[in-house]
C-alpha cells in the first residue's frame, strides 16, 4: 500500500469516527452538546484535524444525516421486502419508519429538523436522501391509485409519518395509540 494510500484511508477513518461521535453525542445529549471541541476532545484530535474534515457543526450534522438516511433506505427496504401484499408493505413501511424515527432521534433531527445544509428535492440532492426517499416510493408507488401522482402520494404518506413522529416524540400524542394511527394512516391514505 502506497503512502497516499495509507493517508486516505487514515483520512477516511478520523472522518467516520467524527461523524460516530457526533452521533453518540447528539443521541446522549443533544445536538446542542456537539461542539467542535468535546468532539476534538473526544476524539482526542485538535480541533484544526476537525475542521480539515469538517468546516463546522452544520457538515457534521450533514453527514449524519447522510449516514442515517442511507440507514433508514435499507430498514425501509428489508421491512417492505419481507413483507406479503400491498397492505402488509405499506404498513411495515409505515412501522419501519415510525421505529426509525423514535430509535435514532438525534439522526432524524439532522434529517429533518436541523440544517445540514443537504438539498432535498433538488438535482444536486445527495444520492442517499434519494435513496431514502425512493425506498418510500418504491414501496407506495403501487397503491396512489389511478389518477394520482406516485411521488405526490409519497410526499404526502411521509408527510404524515413525518407528522405522527414528530407529534409522538414531542408528548402531542399519546405514545400507545401509534399502532392505531398506522393502521388508520393505512387504511385510509391508500384504500387497501
Known sequence: MSVHE??????????????????????QQGWDAVTTRRLAERIEYSQPVLYSHFRGKREIIGAVALQGAAEMAVALRTA?????????????????????AARNPAVYDALFALDGGLPFAHEDTPQPLKDAFAALLDCLDDVAGERVHPALFTELFWA??????????????????????????????TAL
Do not use: K, N, Q, W
Open 6 to 27: 495509507r493517508r486516505g484511508r487514515e483520512r477516511a477513518d478520523r472522518e467516520r469516527l467524527i461523524v460516530a461521535t457526533a452521533r453518540e453525542l447528539a443521541e
Open 80 to 100: 417492505t421486502s419481507a413483507a406479503d401484499g400491498p397492505r402488509a408493505r405499506v404498513t411495515a413501511l409505515a412501522r419501519t419508519y415510525l421505529d426509525f
Open 160 to 189: 404524515a409519518l413525518h407528522g405522527l413522529a414528530t407529534l409522538t416524540r414531542a408528548g402531542r400524542l399519546p405514545p400507545g395509540d401509534t399502532e392505531a394511527r398506522v393502521e388508520l394512516l393505512v387504511d385510509r391514505l
